[in-house]
């Protein structure tokens, strides 16, 4: 088998079988589930990010609503229109993009959107509903690796899984995530004590931390499976070029199987957002989301 995880070819696979399960919903039950992604300011990453979000959005045929705000609305006016989306039922995830400007905090932004609503599982109930192993929505991120990594290794029960980085995006959630598949997880962090000698053990080894090509081969077990969520750009000849945490050209040779960057985990993370929202707008409906 290919040891590359193709992350784009998987993407597209989950958004034909999302495509169909929404017109199974808008024929069946009549409604069509709708995400709102509101953007404050004019961060360039986070402008393609959005356009990309909307464009994926309406062609598996759902509703894409945007509200893009100037970087100086206040606090008050983004809770204010939160409050509006949380209200409006043909609104059935609410999704605003980090970062948001300094003078706005994000806990408090993030916690005004109904946990039913939040299609980022970045709501505390979301948090709280993973770590107890309760049936809530899953950070985006994470859910694809996951997704990946059954897919390709099938049961993870027993493995051992190091997780370099704890974000509350990726690192903390990916973690949870692989203990509930009965992984023995470490996570490990910059105060890690000889952190290629951690990762070594691991047949599961998640890098998460935004350092361009940190992860060498030398850190790999033979045969483990490496996921790459880093998404760096670097500086070469000259150009820049898109590289991950993870040193592709050393790891892959002694990798089982290993994601590449780009076509790995990134565009996933979007296809995950339109799941989680097929399950939002389902949970809201009480219906059954549909089987594959
Ligand atoms: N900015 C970068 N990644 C993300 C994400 O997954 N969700 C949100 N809301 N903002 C982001």
Same mark, same amino acid.
């Given at each position: 088998?290919?040891?590359?995880?193709?992350?784009? !070819?998987?993407?597209?696979?989950?958004?034909?079988?999302?495509?169909?399960? &929404?017109? +199974?919903? $808008?024929?069946?039950? @009549? %409604?069509?589930?709708?995400?709102?992604?509101?953007?404050?300011?004019?961060?360039?990453?986070?402008?393609?990010?959005?356009?990309?979000?909307?464009?994926?959005?309406?062609?598996?045929?759902?509703?894409?609503?945007?509200?893009?705000?100037?970087?100086?609305?206040?606090?008050?006016?983004?809770?204010?229109?939160?409050?509006?989306?949380?209200?409006?039922?043909?609104?059935?995830?609410?999704?605003?993009?980090?970062? !948001?400007?300094?003078?706005?905090?994000?806990?408090?932004?993030?916690?005004? &959107?109904? +946990?039913? $609503?939040?299609?980022? @599982? %970045?709501?505390?109930?979301?948090?709280?509903?993973?770590?107890?192993?309760?049936?809530?929505?899953?950070?985006?991120?994470?859910?694809?690796?996951?997704?990946?990594?059954?897919?390709?290794?099938?049961?993870?029960?027993?493995?051992?899984?190091?997780?370099?980085?704890?974000?509350?995006?990726?690192?903390?959630?990916?973690?949870?995530?692989?203990?509930?598949?009965?992984?023995?997880?470490?996570?490990?962090?910059?105060?890690?004590?000889?952190?290629?000698?951690?990762?070594?053990?691991?047949? &599961?080894?998640?890098?998460?931390?935004?350092?361009?090509?940190?992860?060498?081969?030398?850190?790999?077990?033979?045969?483990?499976?490496?996921?790459?969520?880093?998404?760096?750009?670097?500086?070469?000849?000259?150009?820049?070029?898109?590289?991950?945490?993870?040193?592709?050209?050393?790891?892959?040779?002694?990798?089982?199987?290993?994601?590449?960057?780009?076509?790995?985990?990134?565009?996933?993370?979007?296809?995950?957002?339109?799941?989680?929202?097929?399950?939002?707008?389902?949970?809201?409906?009480?219906?059954?989301?549909?089987?594959?």
């Amino acid at each position: 088998m290919n040891k590359i995880i193709d992350g784009k !070819l998987f993407a597209e696979g989950l958004r034909a079988s999302l495509a169909k399960k &929404i017109s +199974y919903v $808008k024929e069946n039950h @009549g %409604f069509t589930p709708g995400l709102a992604v509101v953007l404050v300011g004019e961060d360039p990453a986070s402008q393609v990010y959005v356009r990309n979000k909307g464009k994926q959005t309406t062609e598996v045929g759902m509703k894409s609503i945007e509200h893009k705000l100037d970087e100086s609305t206040s606090q008050e006016a983004l809770l204010k229109l939160i409050s509006e989306l949380n209200a409006d039922d043909s609104v059935h995830g609410i999704l605003v993009q980090l970062p !948001l400007p300094k003078h706005i905090d994000e806990p408090t932004v993030l916690d005004s &959107i109904n +946990y039913e $609503k939040d299609v980022d @599982g %970045f709501h505390l109930m979301n948090v709280g509903m993973l770590n107890t192993g309760a049936d809530g929505v899953v950070p985006c991120t994470p859910l694809g690796c996951i997704m990946m990594l059954k897919d390709r290794l099938g049961d993870l029960s027993g493995k051992s899984a190091v997780v370099v980085g704890r974000s509350n995006i990726v690192g903390k959630p990916m973690a949870a995530l692989l203990l509930q598949e009965s992984c023995t997880v470490t996570i490990a962090h910059s105060r890690t004590k000889d952190l290629p000698a951690v990762c070594r053990e691991a047949d &599961i080894v998640v890098a998460a931390v935004g350092r361009p090509k940190m992860v060498l081969g030398d850190w790999i077990k033979p045969g483990a499976a490496v996921i790459d969520v880093g998404i760096n750009r670097i500086e070469v000849d000259g150009k820049t070029k898109l590289v991950g945490d993870v040193d592709f050209d050393s790891a892959e040779p002694v990798a089982g199987a290993i994601t590449p960057v780009p076509g790995g985990v990134g565009p996933m993370t979007i296809a995950c957002l339109l799941h989680n929202t097929l399950q939002q707008a389902c949970r809201l409906h009480k219906v059954d989301m549909p089987k594959d």
